[in-house]
């Protein structure tokens, strides 16, 4: 007996969605120039947990100098809302990063805006904010 296919479009996209984003993060850690230019769209804008507001070519230009030294990122809280060719990616992640020769970890809470442009899937936007270790998904 052949078995059927249960998953819907929005399951197909979450797939796709958490595959971007698994790329996104391999490419930050490794300072993957190529990688990031493919994955993160040409009209990127993104906020730091600090509040720093970068385009893609200046975030990318960090990510290759150092400047922005990524060791991990996990993700430990995620939720995607579908709207079409747009998915909004919110959550929470601890990061380890190096800014400056100092290593940081910050507890981040997340947006996300992932559009699809030419069938794949990319970063349109991030705005991170930091939260306390102790404070709870409200």
């Not at 249960?6 to 996209?13: K, P, Q, R, Y």
């Not at 994955?39 to 070519?57: A, F, Q, T, W």
Request: charged residues 30%.
């Amino acid at each position: 007996m052949k078995e059927q296919n249960t998953d819907t479009a929005e399951d197909v996209v979450h797939r796709q969605i958490l595959a971007a984003d698994k790329k996104r993060v391999e490419a930050m850690i490794a300072a993957d120039e190529a990688a990031l230019i493919d994955i993160l769209s040409d009209e990127l804008i993104y906020v730091h947990s600090s509040g720093r507001k970068e385009s893609r070519e200046l975030y990318i230009s960090k990510v290759l100098d150092g400047t922005y030294g990524y060791r991990s990122i996990v993700t430990t809280r995620r939720q995607l809302s579908f709207f079409g060719d747009v998915v909004i990616d919110n959550g929470d992640s601890d990061v380890d990063i190096e800014v400056g020769g100092t290593l940081r970890q910050i507890a981040n809470r997340f947006l996300m805006v992932w559009k699809r442009e030419g069938g794949n899937w990319r970063l349109l936007r991030f705005h991170g904010s930091p939260i306390a270790r102790e404070a709870s998904d409200q």
